[in-house]
């Protein structure tokens, strides 16, 4: 303590909490910025007081690590919450290390705190702000993605219908009754109205499409734009655009994801990704089969699912995008129309790669596997 006093009169000037704490970490001495930071009225409202008391459960562990290093000559920097008197909640980063007297001698523990109550907030307030965004961003990918999907659904038996008019118009010239006739002609005039409609649809899809490329592009531009994005949430809203095709053909698709699995990428190459594998599971399974997403510990994401396979002689071209190819799926559905070398474009641009596995009548899986550092965090947390 002798050899603090030396330097009282610039500590007590610093708008830090600086505590000196003995060996038992009751504190002995705060200087009038811990005072005036903590709302206390004096010296002895905290002297002789445990350097514990007052931080939030979940951290006193931390700072009785970081007090005990420091008892071992270690310096600890950390960040804690803690309850003023008045229940105010506070965020402090905290340096903890030994006071040495001229000998080199361990004479005290040290913590000094700088308040980042306001820092904390801001972060609080931008990663809600974030959540929000993201929340938009696939509340809207629902909404496009479910109406075009819909639509598409209409597609097939709107084309039956043209399949019918062919064979009336062949029996028109045919000898029938007045009544018959005139019904015929009806069903003809109905038939010419669905097909207005059946051009609007389609219309209506190349816009919606439109629409999708434009989200795509706009926040691409050629360049990623990359965060840390909620896969699981992610593969929620996927999974409801194509939960009615899913359950149509009575195939289960399942989200094995953990609920805080996160993965550091561009958002709406992502989504591309994530929907083209999904609805290409679904499209080549049939009544039983299944298809899941799922993630590991290595910058992995897994979708597998249990359909036809993929021929041997189709596997060598999947990813080649000079041939695009389309396939019909077990019920007839036609393709997305991005393709699987998007898949392995967008995976190469964020420096992964994309594996396939199949085998015939068992299943395909696709193993998105990105890359571990660049500045990403585990797939989960």
């Keep these: 303590m002798t050899e603090f006093k030396k330097y009282k009169t610039l500590v007590d000037n610093s708008s830090d909490c600086i505590c000196l704490i003995d060996f038992e970490f009751k504190i002995i001495f705060m200087n009038s910025g ?29 700072m009785k690590s970081a007090l005990e290093r420091a008892n071992k ?23 903890v290390g030994a006071v040495l ?27 809600q702000a ?8 696939l509340l809207t990918l629902e909404i496009v993605g479910g109406i075009s999907h819909d639509l598409g ?30 019904d015929l002609l009806y069903v003809l005039r109905l038939i010419e109205i669905a097909k207005i409609s059946f051009g609007r649809t389609e219309d209506m899809l190349k816009y919606l499409a439109k629409i999708k490329r434009h989200m795509m592009e706009s926040h691409s531009s050629g360049v990623l734009k990359k965060e840390h994005v909620h896969l699981y949430s992610m593969a929620e809203s996927i ?61 992995t994401i897994v979708i597998a699912d249990t359909g036809v396979g993929i021929h041997e002689d189709k596997l060598k071209d999947i990813f080649d995008d000079k041939k695009w190819i389309t396939t019909a799926g ?11 070398h998007t898949v392995q474009r967008i995976m190469k641009e964020h420096g992964g790669s994309v594996i396939v596995s199949t085998e015939i009548e068992k299943g395909t899986s696709f193993t998105l596997q990105f890359p571990s550092d660049n500045n990403s965090e585990s797939l989960l947390n």
């Design 153 to 182: 659904n209409l597609m097939t038996p709107l084309k039956s219908v043209f399949d019918i008019e062919k064979k009336l118009n062949s029996i028109k010239e045919e000898a029938l009754s007045e009544k018959a006739s005139k």
């Design 73 to 95: 000559g270690k310096t600890t920097t950390l960040e804690y919450k803690s309850v003023n008197k008045n229940g105010d909640e506070l965020w402090w980063e905290s340096k």
């Design 34 to 62: 811990g005072i005036k930071l903590n709302q206390l009225t004096s010296q002895e409202d905290i002297i002789g007081k445990s350097a514990l008391n007052g931080i939030s459960k979940e951290y006193t562990n931390s």
């Design 239 to 299: 999974i409801k655009i194509y939960r009615k095709m899913a359950e149509d053909k009575e195939v289960l698709v399942e989200n094995k994801l953990a609920k805080d699995t996160n993965i550091y990428g561009d958002f709406y190459s992502i989504v591309s990704i994530i929907q083209n594998l999904i609805h290409n599971g679904i499209k080549f399974c049939g009544k039983g089969d299944s298809v899941t997403i799922s993630a590991d510990q290595s910058n």
């Design 130 to 137: 974030r959540e929000e965004e993201e929340k938009a961003k």
């Design 330 to 340: 077990t019920s007839g559905e036609n393709g997305t129309g991005e393709g699987l």
């Design 101 to 127: 007297n001229e000998d080199g001698e361990l004479v005290n523990l040290m913590r000094v705190s700088r308040d980042i109550t306001a820092r904390k907030q801001f972060e609080a307030e931008l990663i």
